[in-house]
C-alpha cells in the first residue's frame, strides 16, 4: 500500500507517524485509514454516512477549540476521500 497523507476516512492528517494509523486484523498498519476510523480490520462507525462523518468531526474540531466556521471549512472535502467516493 502506498502511505497517504491524509485519512481517506475522516481526513485526519496521518504524518509519518506508524501510531496513527489504523490497523488490519492481524495488527499491521493500514495506510489508507487513522486509528481513530479503523482498527482491527474494521470502521469503527462503519454505519456512517458522509453527512454523519462530517458532523462527528465539527464536533471534535469544536471540543479542541477551532471556531465552528473553520471546522465546517476543514470538513468540506470529506466526500472526496476514498472510503465516501462511491457512495
Known amino acids: 500500500m502506498s502511505q497517504n497523507k491524509y485519512c481517506q476516512s475522516c481526513g485526519v492528517p496521518l504524518k509519518d507517524d506508524p501510531e496513527r494509523r489504523g490497523t488490519e486484523a492481524n495488527g499491521s498498519r493500514n495506510d489508507l ?19 454523519e462523518m462530517q458532523d462527528f468531526c465539527v464536533t471534535k474540531l469544536v471540543e479542541m477549540k477551532f471556531p465552528k ?12 476521500l476514498e472510503r465516501w467516493k462511491n457512495n
Open 33 to 51: 485509514y487513522c486509528c481513530y476510523c479503523y482498527q482491527k480490520g474494521k470502521f469503527t462507525y462503519p454505519n456512517f454516512t458522509v453527512k
Open 69 to 80: 466556521w473553520v471546522a465546517r471549512i476543514m470538513v468540506r472535502n470529506i466526500p472526496k
